[in-house]
Nanobody
Framework: QVQLMESGGGSVQAGGSLRLSCAIS????????MAWFRQAPGKEREGVAC??????YYADSVKGRFTISQDSAKNTLFLQMNTLKPEDTGMYYC??????????????????????WGQGTQVTVSS
């Protein structure tokens, strides 16, 4: 059973930065697409960024501010978030799915392109 564990969330003032991490374990079946989603209270879960070797998707609302990356062993996913805004507040989830195709599903609501999900980490940005 693939396991994903997020960390790095917290509270920050607008304009600040946070770096989220997601450790993936027990996945041994080839390459995997990995992504970050977020969900604000009362809103649908939305795709933030996706990577398969290199970044393939960023939501328009985070382009130029957020950067998705992986460590060389592809065991850890990161999301560097700069110039944070109050509208970035929400629960951030890490997701994974075998193969490259899932990054093209990032705009689906609900997000059905990923089989494996973490429990989420809370990000709160105050004005």
């Amino acid at each position: 059973q693939v396991q994903l564990m997020e960390s790095g969330g917290g509270s920050v003032q607008a304009g600040g930065s946070l770096r989220l991490s997601c450790a993936i374990s027990k996945y041994t079946s080839g390459s995997v697409s990995m992504a970050w989603f977020r969900q604000a209270p009362g809103k649908e879960r939305e795709g933030v960024a996706c990577i398969y070797g290199y970044p393939l998707y960023y939501a328009d609302s985070v382009k130029g501010r957020f950067t998705i990356s992986q460590d060389s062993a592809k065991n850890t996913l990161f999301l560097q978030m700069n110039t944070l805004k109050p509208e970035d507040t929400g629960m951030y989830y890490c997701a994974a799915n075998p193969g490259i195709g899932s990054c093209w599903t990032m705009t689906l609501k609900p997000p059905t392109g990923f089989a494996y999900w973490g429990q989420g980490t809370q990000v709160t940005v105050s004005s």
